[in-house]
């Protein structure tokens, strides 16, 4: 037996580095997908999707997994990834272990992983130079050297290996029999998991990493001004789909994202551009005889004119009608070097900052109040009718109106700045949060029209009640839209911090707004945004490290809890990589590429303020102080003694020791990790560690019930010491653990330890301990304290407590204690609690039965069923939570003896996917993965009953691509059951004979009937296709015929027809060579067959699924052909009337690439 009954660690941990280097580290990926690169690790086929936190889906290495796929074949392969931010390759690391076993599960369910085909990466930050070289070498080894026997003869040579390899290559073997249940491993089969297994280094925790620097450049391929700025919305992007554990697929992406990583167009040199040019003179548009058209088409900046709202406003900005002023626009169209840009209907204006200087004296008063006029109207609208692209032409406008006002030399005196002024002030003067959303992508331009104002408008809404930012808060992730509405907020407010005018005040405000943040999971956030302005080493400001600190003093006056996270965040090694922020992009705009030099000395004389502010802050609050004591290791020399000086004051030491106990829990963890990991460079040297010792042993409680708390801290690896062998530690850990509930016990008693249990975070270790004791003289009368007294307490701490001692009683003494306890006072529901603290084994099931008989169900309902302890046949255990109402659990015991490759009765597979229907377990006990491999089960069992085919109805959803499943037993009902299809017709669609009403569906037929269109869009299996892939043609006609005779009768002939049409598409070529069945060619081309041909050709259009739109229009242009080639052949062959639907596809597919060609010119244009 074993103690060890506890969950596996959480499938989102990361080691030391947290979400952000796994969200990094997946946002890799995602932009190595989106810029066509290559996965490593696997061959140079282009990423199709990426899956995160992969074990709803059956991984269990599933950080993230990689799909590539070969465009020719269609051949797919995948990488696993476990990402891990620190971890040590060796034979007692408890990670490393973590991450074998969850590779080994996979390398051995072919399921989830194709040998040969799939690989595993292990993804971490920097290592030590014995994991990274030792390691790297071993596996290398074991994909180049031919077969095992030379691979371990390598490692063994001493000219060609080390001991460091030798170790490496044992601590894989170690955890290898650790995952494979403690069984040894031939050799062969490590030698063939070594060959799949590659240990990749992202250096994505330091700023100037290759990583970074390679994915900007990148991104910066397609988008060569935002790289930056595009590497944060993928992360963000990443991080809501981690939330969700969902899969990324270009298609699945924001329309800005895709957007910014559009193709751009392949273009060749025009045949007119190898002759020498002309001598040409760049057009002057000042002087151009258009000049004042283009003057106002420049101040909008652009417009839709299939949008009747935007060519109002034309009319009215040009006081002229529009057809006529457009002519004129399209005159200017026409130059060599034009600025205007025609696409789709949509004109913008391009270089408009050069067009600004040029033309801004043909801008008048006039021409100013009606634009404020409008633009005030349009941005204020809550349901705005005018375009996206005219809203934001005229933001633009304003924001060059606001910074380049000296350019209007034909306006008033500052009527330029005023108009900026005001319309801003009347834009924001009654703005809600409707309003405020409305206008987030604009707010970075609209804040560089009229900064001060701006603010002003932010500030002033902060004080209202209610606020309108926590209305936008509260609706971070809507389910309308999935976004952000502050966004737009924080890129402005990141963009006016750059100038040191308005810095503190940004401060300030961003402070503001973080003390209205009640958290989620978008980056983008006020508290983010702060850290990344004011970032020691990459500071996102021109203001002064002065002034920098003048900001900071001032939050912490106004805003000190904002201010404590704020200081907290800028210590060394918080944030080891930055995207840096929004920079303005008309007021005093600053590159996108502009790197600030900060020296070493500018660097450390912030951090020396930061940390001495944090620890003058922590010196007045015990709770913060406890928080600095995590960050010890991170302060400078004097941050660092003047911490320990305020922790050794009589303000502290005389503190009670309830009030101590934290302080020292926290210094106590610190040096046991720092001396754990004393090799590791963050590590502190043994004199500093030695000096927070001293502090420590000040504070250290005299209370048992204090001092030993750390001991049941449910965090068992933190009390370990590395490489150490990890069973010698958990033995010596229980010993540890048994001493201290004696000395308690020996205190004050059961009554004191039951105390201690409520204290600490595992009370299970504590109920355990005391149930290992061996010197307590009267054991029996513990049990009569504790027995059945605590089986059933609604205090979850003592219910742990109970167990914990159970399962140890049971554990050192076997089934004889359970049996001699006197049970005779006790009722069911205690007896069935008491059970289900024991093994979920046989022998529990047995006494189940014996000591419950009719009231068995009071275990099998609160049983947890660990499937880790059962090794004997399941069968009994699954019938009785069958029968007791635990379906999904039964499931589960299901699945494991199928994983175990233990024989499964059919009849119990029906039975509990049946049940699980009407199920009331909890939602968390649904496995979708282990319903699919059940299923699978009953459609390759050819004895399975006829109630498979309802388990394939009720679960449908499941049974798709995702989880690699079809309907196979629905899908051969269809094909070779025509009154089968022809109901699964009438239950989805209406008669076309009004007077004439369709027979009721039987009961049963309504009863499976829930999915049915689903059934029919999923289907792949035309009619008369047999299971060997032959095809029987007088199968296929004689059940068309059928379907024509019930569907003409009931009214849906066209519908009925349009379905088998889109089937059709699966049929086989014909023995002859023909590409298609010469017997589904007739049905085809019949004459009264047209919805068929109608429903052949969406089959064909939908089978493309989604797909990456390449701006050459190529893949379009090759359907085109291939469809082309399929109609020449039959109608060769005779079938005329195929061939117009096949020449239709041909000619749309020819329409489609012509299309994307004309959308993807001109994608880049300039301010």
């Known amino acids: 037996m074993s103690k060890d009954i506890k969950q596996l660690s959480n499938p989102f941990s990361t080691g030391g580095g947290g979400p952000h280097f796994e969200a990094h580290v997946q946002a890799t990926f995602v932009a190595l997908m989106l810029t066509g690169g290559y996965a490593p690790c696997l061959p140079c086929w282009p990423i199709k999707k990426i899956r995160l936190q992969g074990k709803s889906a059956g991984y269990n290495t599933d950080d993230v997994i990689v799909f590539v796929e070969n465009p020719g074949t269609g051949e797919q392969s995948k990488l696993l990834g476990q990402i891990k931010r620190s971890i040590n390759i060796t034979k007692n690391d408890e990670i490393f272990g973590e991450v074998i076993k969850a590779a080994w599960d996979d390398f051995n369910n072919p ?28 596996l290398e080894w074991a994909r180049s050297l031919d077969n095992a026997d030379e691979f371990f003869k390598n490692i063994d040579l001493p000219k060609v290996s080390n001991d460091g390899k030798r170790t490496k290559i044992e601590a894989f073997k170690t955890n290898i029999k650790k995952a494979n249940d403690d069984n040894d491993v031939e050799d062969k089969t490590i030698y063939d998991f070594l060959k799949h297994f590659h240990l990749l280094g992202f250096d994505l925790d330091i700023k100037s990493g290759v990583t970074l620097a390679l994915l900007h450049s990148l991104i910066g391929q397609y988008s060569r001004d935002n790289a930056a700025y595009i590497w944060t919305q993928l992360v963000d992007e990443v991080q809501s789909t981690n939330k969700n554990a969902g899969t990324i697929t270009p298609e699945k992406l924001p329309e800005d994202l895709k957007e910014a990583f559009k193709q751009p167009a392949l273009a060749q040199i025009p045949t007119e551009f190898t002759v020498p040019p002309s001598e040409t003179a760049e057009t002057d548009w000042s002087q151009h005889r258009y000049a004042n058209a283009l003057a106002l088409a420049n101040l909008v900046g652009a417009w839709h004119d299939k949008n009747e709202a935007d060519i109002s406003i034309m ?20 130059g060599s070097d034009s600025p205007i840009l025609l696409q789709n209907g949509i004109w913008k204006v391009e ?58 030399i034909n306006c008033s005196h500052g009527k330029a700045e005023s108009t900026a002024v005001m319309a801003i002030h009347e834009i924001f003067a009654d703005a809600d949060w409707v309003l405020s959303g409305s206008l987030n992508s604009l707010l970075p331009i609209l804040a560089e029209a009229a900064p001060n104002l701006f603010l002003h408008a932010v500030e002033k809404a902060l004080r209202l009640s209610p606020c309108p930012f ?170 660092f003694y003047r911490l320990l000086k305020v922790l050794s004051s009589d303000a502290i030491t005389g503190l009670p020791e309830n009030e101590r106990l934290p302080l020292w829990d926290r210094l106590t963890k610190l040096t046991s990790e720092h001396r754990r990991f004393s090799d590791a460079k963050w590590a502190l040297n043994s004199d500093l560690l030695s000096a927070i010792e001293a502090v420590s042993d000040q504070l250290v409680p005299s209370n048992p019930l204090n001092l030993y708390q750390h001991l049941f801290s449910d965090r068992d690896w933190e009390l370990y010491e590395k490489n150490v062998n990890l069973d010698d ?61 605590y089986l059933e307490t609604e205090n979850r701490k003592l219910s742990f407590f109970a167990s914990g001692y159970v399962w140890s009683r049971h554990y050192t003494n076997g089934w004889s204690w359970a049996d001699r306890l006197n049970k005779s006072k006790w009722s069911a529901s205690q007896i069935g609690q008491f059970l289900s603290y024991l093994p979920f084994t046989k022998e529990t099931w047995d006494r189940t039965a014996e000591w419950l008989g009719e009231s068995q169900g009071e275990y099998w309902a609160k049983t947890n069923a660990n499937l880790c302890q059962a090794k004997s046949d399941l069968s009994i255990a699954i019938d009785k939570l069958l029968e007791y109402g635990r379906p999904y659990t039964a499931i589960n015991c299901l699945y494991t003896m199928h994983c175990r490759k233990q ?11 049946l049940a699980a229907l009407s199920s009331s377990e909890p939602f968390y006990s649904k496995d979708p993965y282990k319903i699919v491999e059940l299923v699978k089960i009953l459609q390759e069992t050819p004895e399975v009953s006829p109630d498979a085919l309802f388990v394939e109805w009720a679960y449908l959803p499941f049974l798709n691509s995702h989880y690699g499943a079809t309907p196979k037993l629905l899908e051969s009902r269809l094909a070779g059951d025509p009154d089968f299809f022809c109901e699964v017709i009438l239950l989805i669609y209406r008669s076309k004979k009004n007077d004439k009403i ?55 002939l066209e519908v009925a027809l349009t379905h088998v ?23 085809l081309n019949s004459g009264d067959s047209e919805e068929m041909r109608n429903g052949y050709y969406l089959g064909f259009l939908n089978s493309r699924g989604v797909y990456w739109v390449a701006p050459t229009g190529k893949p379009e242009r090759e359907l085109a052909e291939k469809y082309r080639k399929m109609a020449d052949e039959v109608e060769n062959e005779g079938y005329q009337r195929l061939a117009v639907t096949l020449k239709g596809l041909s000619e749309y597919y020819d329409r489609e690439a012509e299309r994307i060609v004309a959308e993807h010119k001109g994608d880049d244009y300039d301010n």
């Open 111 to 138: 399921e989830v992983f194709i040998k040969g085909r799939d690989r595993f990466a292990l993804i971490t930050g920097p290592l030590n130079v014995t994991d990274t070289k030792d390691t790297r070498t071993v």
């Open 315 to 334: 009319s009215q900005i040009t006081t002229e009608n529009y057809s006529g002023w457009i002519a004129k626009i399209r005159d200017v169209l026409q």
């Open 351 to 408: 270089k408009r900052s050069s067009l600004w200087t040029a033309l801004g004296s043909r801008i008048f008063d006039e021409h100013l109040d009606t634009f404020k006029k409008l633009i005030v109207a349009i941005l204020t609208e809550r349901n705005p009718s005018f375009s996206s692209a005219l809203r934001k032409g005229l933001a633009e406008g304003l924001a060059l109106l606001g910074s380049r006002a000296s350019e209007l």
């Open 470 to 639: 926590d209305e936008l808060f509260s609706r971070e992730d809507d389910g309308i839209t999935g976004g952000n509405y502050l966004t737009g907020l924080l890129w402005a407010l990141e963009g006016l911090a750059w100038d040191e005018k308005y810095f503190v005040r940004v401060c300030l405000v961003l402070g503001e707004l973080a003390s209205h943040d009640p958290g989620g999971k978008w980056a983008n956030r006020p508290a983010n945004s702060l850290s990344t302005i004011l970032l020691p080493w990459r500071p996102q400001t021109m203001a002064s490290i002065k002034k920098r600190n003048v900001a900071v003093q001032t939050l912490r006056k106004e805003l000190p809890d904002i201010t404590w996270r704020l200081i907290i965040n800028l210590l060394p090694n918080q944030r080891q990589t930055s995207m840096g922020s929004h920079k303005p992009s008309w007021r005093n705009p600053i590159p996108d590429d502009r790197e600030q030099v900060v020296t070493h000395q500018e660097y450390w004389k912030q951090i020396s303020s930061y940390a001495e502010l944090a620890v003058s802050m922590a010196s007045q609050d015990n709770s913060r102080l406890g928080e600095l004591i995590d960050h010890f290791d991170k302060l400078p020399k004097p941050s």
């Open 729 to 789: 530690q958990r033995k010596e850990l229980d010993d540890r653990r048994q001493k201290a509930i004696s000395e308690i016990f020996n205190i004050g008693g059961l009554n004191l330890v039951i105390e201690f249990a409520e204290a600490v975070n595992s009370p299970f270790d504590v109920g355990y301990s005391i149930g290992c004791i061996a010197d307590i003289a009267d054991r029996r009368q513990i049990d009569e304290v504790l027995l059945p007294a």
């Open 903 to 913: 024989p499964i009765d059919v009849a119990q597979i029906v039975n509990a996917l």
């Open 998 to 1052: 369709a027979d009721e569906p039987s009961e049963d037929r309504k009863a499976i009937a829930t999915n049915p269109w689903q059934l029919l869009y999923e289907w792949r299996t035309p009619p008369g296709m047999q299971s060997d892939g032959s095809f029987k043609n007088d199968q296929f006609s004689s059940w068309l015929q059928r379907v024509k005779e019930v569907c003409t009768e009931s009214g849906h």
């Open 1061 to 1083: 049409g889109q089937v059709l598409i699966h049929s086989p070529a014909d023995a002859d060579g023909l590409w298609i069945d010469r017997t589904v060619a007739d049905a």
